[in-house]
């Protein structure tokens, strides 16, 4: 899988709608997804989780359909779904091996 990741093509999923990601079969097969912070209280990416170390961050270009701040951290994972996908970061083992703008 880590071969398949690495090489994305950043015009294919740059732009486009977390949920459509999520629904590629090359991608569909995460155990666990998350929402990451960039600062407390504020929604910053969605962290996908796959085996063996490898996990994907996808950055959204900007919030249109869920706000990123909530005093409870209960933050609406599928309204985030809705979002357009701005960066992808890949990485292994908690080292960062690529990065898509």
Same mark, same amino acid.
């Given at each position: 899988?880590?071969?398949?990741? /690495?090489? =994305?093509?950043?015009? $294919?999923? *740059?732009? @486009?709608? *977390?949920?459509? !990601? =999520?629904?590629? +079969?090359?991608? /569909?097969?995460?155990?666990?997804?998350?929402?990451?912070?960039?600062?407390?209280?504020?929604?910053? /990416?969605?962290?996908? !989780?796959?085996?063996?170390?490898?996990?994907? +961050?996808?950055?959204? *270009?900007? !919030? @249109?359909?869920?706000?990123?701040?909530?005093?409870?951290? +209960?933050?609406?994972?599928?309204?985030?779904? $809705?979002?357009?996908?701005?960066?992808? $970061?890949?990485?292994?083992?908690?080292?960062?091996? $690529?990065?898509?703008?």
């Amino acid at each position: 899988m880590i071969d398949s990741l /690495s090489r =994305l093509n950043a015009d $294919k999923y *740059i732009g @486009k709608n *977390i949920t459509d !990601f =999520l629904k590629d +079969e090359n991608f /569909s097969s995460y155990r666990k997804i998350q929402i990451g912070e960039s600062r407390l209280l504020v929604a910053c /990416s969605m962290v996908i !989780f796959y085996n063996n170390g490898i996990y994907m +961050e996808l950055i959204p *270009i900007k !919030f @249109k359909f869920m706000n990123p701040y909530n005093k409870n951290r +209960e933050w609406n994972i599928e309204d985030f779904k $809705k979002e357009r996908i701005g960066i992808i $970061k890949i990485y292994k083992n908690e080292i960062l091996i $690529k990065t898509i703008r």
